[in-house]
C-alpha cells in the first residue's frame, strides 16, 4: 500500500557559492545566509525524512592533513555531527578536488524541549578522502558503526537549519567551499 506522500525540494542556494573556509579550525556555516532553512514549528513527524545533498571544491595538505567534521544545526543544536566519525583526509596533497555530501535525517521522537531527536546517516565522496588515489574518490560512511539520534530540540518551535564543516587542523593550503546545495524532504 503506498503512503500517498511525495518529495519536494525545500530550499536550495540558488547559484550562490557559500563563504570558503579557508586556514581555519573554525567551525562555520558552509552554506549562503539566505540558503538556510526556516522549518515551521510542529513540521516533524515520526519518520519524516530530509536529505540534504551539497558539493564543493576541497583542498587539504600533504603532511598532517587532519579531519574534517560536519554538523547539522536546528538553531543552536547539532541534531547531526560526524564528530565521532570525523573524515580523515588524504595525505596526498589535494587542491580544488570535488567533494559531494548527502546526510539522510529521520526523525525518531517528536515534542518540547529537547524531546524531538533525528537520527542521521551520510556519506561524503571526494579524492580529498583519506587513501583516494589520483582522480579516484573515496567515500566515508558516517557513522562508521551503529547510528544514534544527534541532541534534542524543540520540534514545536520553528528552527532554522544550517550546515556547517570544520577542519581539524589549519594550515594555509586548506579549504573548502560549498557550490551547490539543496534540501528535500523525502515523505
Known sequence: MSFQTWQETLITNAGVSGTAITNSTTQASI??????????ANYFQ???????????????V?????TL??????GATAVFNSGVASIPLNIVAKTNVTW???????????G???SATMESYAVFTSESVFNSAVATANAAFIPASAPAAGSGFDSTASQLMDLQAKFSVSTATTSMQLFTYKVESLN
Do not use: D
Not at 600533504?62 to 587532519?66: N, R, S
Not at 567534521?69 to 536546528?74: K, S
Not at 559531494?100 to 517528536?110: Q, Y
Open 100 to 110: 559531494w555530501l548527502e546526510i539522510l535525517m529521520e526523525c525518531r521522537s517528536i
Open 112 to 114: 518540547a524541549s529537547t
Open 69 to 74: 567534521l560536519f554538523q547539522v544545526l536546528f
Open 31 to 40: 552554506i549562503p545566509p539566505a540558503s538556510k532553512l526556516l522549518l515551521p
Open 46 to 60: 515520526i519518520g519524516r525524512q530530509l536529505k540534504i545533498v551539497a558539493q564543493g571544491q576541497i583542498s587539504n
Open 62 to 66: 600533504v603532511t598532517t592533513p587532519g
